[in-house]
């Protein structure tokens, strides 16, 4: 079944559903969000993309395979746990660094713990499209 | 009749081969020699005790200990095996798993060795399970075979079994006495006597010492282990294996001996052994098993004796152990020469080998002699020592000295036809062209033969240094031994003189009681190893029951069981606990509240009445936001977010599945979705009813509050849950992320639809070659 409106639609959305997961994960630390859930909208910006247009193409959409997201994603948060340990803390410590701090203002915060999230972000979104790209297949 | 690998063209020994060899005979050389060195520390200052600790945590200990007891079972394990290990490279040479078969040896030689050095009950318990394991694989190591499979699988079965009861009890001692170490327990008598527990432990000890020790009615494995290769049937069934158990009894009768229950089940398990296996052994044919059976005769003399407090009988059963361990091997060695030059063990088929083997036949002689308890063999002192334990033991129950003499006549029988038959008479013409066996073969049940007979020239040698520390240990308490070959005229004497004559008659009279014997099991319905099989079907008929009824593969049971399961389970617990009775605030409730709860209503509601597959689907969906909404409403947005998004998700999955699925209209009839509401309606029930309990009590939370105040200062973040998911609770978010990993791999694998059509593993082979 191919939809006109429903692929012309998806163009858009997708690109904005992927922006918005972005901005789910980045603010998951003050605010409702965080990578579980932002992974979650971006594999439905990817199920998206598959009803439109086609599994095949939303796989190419990707560019890696799913399950090796999901791999990739779960060694970034694994990584996360390094640096607390180089510094003698225990393991998943968290670490921050504030870049271009000032007077009453705390900068742009980096830490292991954004690292960390990014890790399950991408390990949600590559489990759920495995689970969803091998069901979908013919 | 089966025959093992024979002489002819050999192929030249391998690398492995040779180190494998070099490591086998080296090993319990050293170990040799390490014990030798330890007799005189050992009678000065017994017992020796080192180790480490291991389990600090539960009291257990990798420690060993040598005393009297433990360096006489040392020495003939490590002993004995040498010599074994030495035979066997001369007679499975050119076999092409031999390096396999010097493994399990050495692994069964070293499980044998922890055995009897160890210092406390869970070492002793694990090399147990060891030398289990390890002569599983030795018996079943012909594994083309259907019959030493068999055998095999019977050893390890039975004797595991013991095993394991022989655990519960050793676990029982060690928590009476309040330690696992011998050094303790063996002390230890009257705190474990006076016990209620006592005599469970006697029992489940008893169990795996009969069963290693092939007791009535356990038996019958042993002959069935025959199956394996000579060399093992000569080291197993003869210095070690088998003596695990008697080691064990012996090792236990400071603390666990003396009772009436003990000392009278030791006496008849021992007796009614004897003399069974006895008759039993009258009627085999096949040299091999006419020894198992002696081998299990044996057992049961030592078993019965073991059940004394005399120190004369046990000094009977110490001295047996050493003569039993040089006949035994020696003469399993001489069958496996028989067998590896003529290619048969069948005793009708053999005769005038005398001439041909004349150095085998004097090996053969010499064993025969020391078995049937002549002059001047250690076997006579031996046998002589056994009727004054008899005797001993005999003031209350005189059937162990009757036992005692008909099981030594049969025994005398015995060792004249395994020893002598084969080389008297004529020779048949088949064997015409067999010849004398290489030295690599009669080394060593010669160096067996020729111990039997030394020490029974000079029995002081074994007499203080090993016999006499071994009885200590096994009485507990101080005890001389003296060994000597003429005792004067008296009552044993003149029992042994009886032994000869029915001996010598029963030898005579051999092919009419075998025959005889043959015939009265012809008659008998049953026997001990088809009550096995039996026995073995049951089990594996019940197994089969359980498991089509239990483990069906049937999901949709399964989740049912899960569900009846935990209804009654809250049901149960809400009783208890009195949460009936509460008080829910209605009037609380807003509108929008209410609005949610409509919607849920009216999703399961459409999801249940209606017929079409994606209505219901949809109808769950809008459930699910409705349970959404709720979490939203109490202040819970991630929640809510997360559920609104998988619930999203998972009606696409679902919509998609069903789509391609055959269209029905009817899955189930009316009774099974009767049962199924009835089930959905009594689980929807519960959980409520017990979520409403719990939040009658007051929450109390002390890590809410934590989280609430150190979110912001120590982890920088105002959304609690998330800096608990990603920073105070970091390890079980990885965790978490893992196991989606895994599942989604998992689910990945197991749906995919274009599998690679399987090739036959034999054209792969062609292709590849």
């Not at chain 2, 520390?41 to 180790?51: C, L, Y």
């Not at chain 2, 020495?75 to 010599?83: E, N």
């Not at chain 2, 594994?143 to 676990?171: D, V, Y």
């Not at chain 2, 219901?616 to 997360?642: K, N, Q, R, W, Y």
Request: glycine content about 10%.
């Amino acid at each position: 079944m191919i939809s006109l409106i429903l692929q012309g639609a998806t163009r858009l959305l997708v690109a904005l559903i992927l922006l918005f997961s972005v901005y789910m994960l980045m603010r998951g630390h003050n605010l409702p969000g965080g990578g579980f859930i932002a992974g979650l909208i971006a594999s439905a910006a990817f199920v998206l993309y598959a009803l439109a247009w086609s599994l095949r193409e939303a796989r190419e959409a990707l560019r890696v395979s799913p399950v090796k997201l999901a791999a990739i994603g779960a060694l970034i948060s694994l990584a996360s746990a390094v640096p607390g340990m180089l510094k003698g803390f225990p393991p998943f410590t968290g670490l921050w660094l504030f870049i271009g701090g000032g007077a009453g203002d705390k900068g742009i915060p980096i830490s292991t713990v954004l690292l960390f999230d990014v890790g399950i972000y991408l390990a949600v979104l590559g489990a759920v499209l495995a689970l969803f790209f091998t069901i979908e297949e013919d | 009749m089966d025959t093992e690998v024979h002489s002819g063209d050999q192929p030249p020994t391998g690398w492995g081969e040779r180190i494998w060899s070099l490591v086998l005979l080296a090993f319990p050389l050293g170990v040799t020699l390490w014990l030798l060195s330890m007799i005189g520390p050992v009678r000065e200052h017994a017992p020796i005790v080192f180790g480490i600790s291991w389990i600090p945590s539960l009291g257990v200990e990798l420690n060993f200990l040598i005393d009297g007891l433990s360096l006489l079972f040392g020495l003939l394990i490590s002993g004995v095996g040498f010599f074994v290990a030495l035979y066997a490279k001369f007679y499975l040479r050119g076999h092409p798993l031999i390096q396999r078969f010097f493994f399990y040896l050495l692994l069964f030689m070293l499980g044998m060795l922890g055995l009897v050095l160890a210092g406390n009950l869970i070492t002793l318990f694990v090399f147990w399970e060891i030398t289990t394991i390890a002569s599983y694989l030795l018996i079943g190591f012909n594994h083309e075979k259907a019959s030493a499979r068999r055998s095999a699988l019977q050893a390890l079965l039975i004797t595991a079994m013991g095993g394991l009861a022989l655990l519960a009890g050793l676990l029982l001692l060690g928590m009476i006495v309040g330690s696992y170490n011998f050094t303790e327990v063996l002390v230890a008598k009257q705190q474990v006597q006076a016990h209620p527990l006592y005599l469970p432990i006697v029992i489940l000890v008893l169990i795996g010492a009969f069963t290693k020790s092939a007791q009535l009615p356990f038996h019958f494995w042993l002959p069935n282990a025959m199956a394996a290769p000579t060399p093992v049937s000569a080291y197993l069934h003869s210095a070690t294996m088998v003596k695990a158990g008697i080691y064990l009894l012996a090792r236990m009768c400071p603390v666990l001996g003396g009772s009436d229950v003990w000392l009278l089940t030791l006496n008849i398990v021992g007796a009614l052994t004897a003399v069974i296996a006895a008759i039993l052994a009258m009627r085999q044919t096949d040299l091999k098993l006419a020894l198992a059976y002696t081998t299990v005769v044996a057992l049961g003399i030592l078993v019965m004796f073991l059940g004394s407090e005399a120190s004369v009988a046990i000094a009977a059963a110490i001295t047996f152990i050493l003569v039993h361990s040089f006949y035994k091997a020696a003469l399993f060695m001489v069958v496996g020469i028989i067998d590896h030059q003529t290619g048969t063990r069948e005793l009708t088929s053999l005769g005038g080998l005398g001439k041909r083997m004349p150095i085998t036949f004097g090996i053969a002689a010499a064993a025969g002699f020391s078995m049937a308890g002549f002059p001047p063999f250690l076997g006579f002192i031996g046998k002589e020592l056994k009727y004054e334990g008899a005797l001993a033991i005999a003031e209350e129950p005189t059937f162990v000295a009757w036992a005692a003499v008909f099981a030594n006549a049969l025994m005398v029988a015995i060792a004249a036809t395994v020893a002598l038959r084969p080389f008297w008479g004529r020779l048949p013409e088949k064997l015409q062209s067999v010849r004398e066996a290489p030295p690599g073969l009669w080394i060593s049940p010669l160096v067996m033969a020729l111990l039997g007979l030394t020490f029974g020239l000079a029995p002081s040698l074994v007499a203080t240094t090993l016999v006499g520390p071994a009885v200590t240990a096994t009485m507990g308490q101080e005890e001389t031994v003296v060994l000597k070959l003429w005792h004067g005229i008296n009552l044993p004497l003149v029992m042994s003189i009886t032994t000869f004559a029915l001996g010598v008659l029963a030898f005579y009279l051999q092919p009419n009681i075998r025959a005889l014997l043959n015939r009265i099991a012809n008659w008998l319905p049953r026997n001990s190893d088809t009550q096995w099989d039996r026995g073995l079907n049951a089990f594996k008929w019940a197994a089969g029951v359980h498991t089509r009824h239990i483990q069906h593969g049937i999901l949709k049971q399964y989740l049912a069981a899960v569900f009846a399961v935990t209804s009654v389970l809250l049901l149960w617990g809400l009783m208890r606990s009195g949460g009936f009775d509460m008080d829910v605030d209605w009037e609380r409730l807003t509108v929008k509240e209410w609005a949610a709860m409509a919607l849920v209503f009216a999703g399961s509601l459409v999801a249940i009445g209606c017929r079409a597959p994606l209505t219901a689907i949809c109808s769950l969906g809008g459930m699910g936001v409705g349970i959404a909404l709720i979490f939203l409403f109490f202040g819970a947005p991630d929640v809510a977010i997360t559920q609104l998004l998988v619930e999203t998700l998972f009606l696409v999955l679902v919509a998609m599945t069903l789509h391609r699925l055959p269209h029905s209209t009817e899955v189930s009839g009316r009774r099974v979705r009767f049962v199924d509401a009835l089930l959905a309606v009594s689980v929807g029930t519960t959980v409520c009813l017990t979520l409403l309990a719990v939040l009658q009590q007051p929450l109390i939370s002390p890590t809410k509050e934590y989280f609430e105040l150190a979110s912001v200062p120590e982890a920088f973040g105002r959304n609690i849950v998330n800096v608990i998911l990603v920073d105070f609770r970091a390890l079980d978010t990885f965790g978490e992320v893992v196991v989606v990993l895994v599942a989604a791999v998992g689910a990945a694998a197991l749906l995919r639809r274009k599998l690679k059509p399987r090739v036959p593993i034999a054209a792969a082979k062609e292709e590849r070659a």
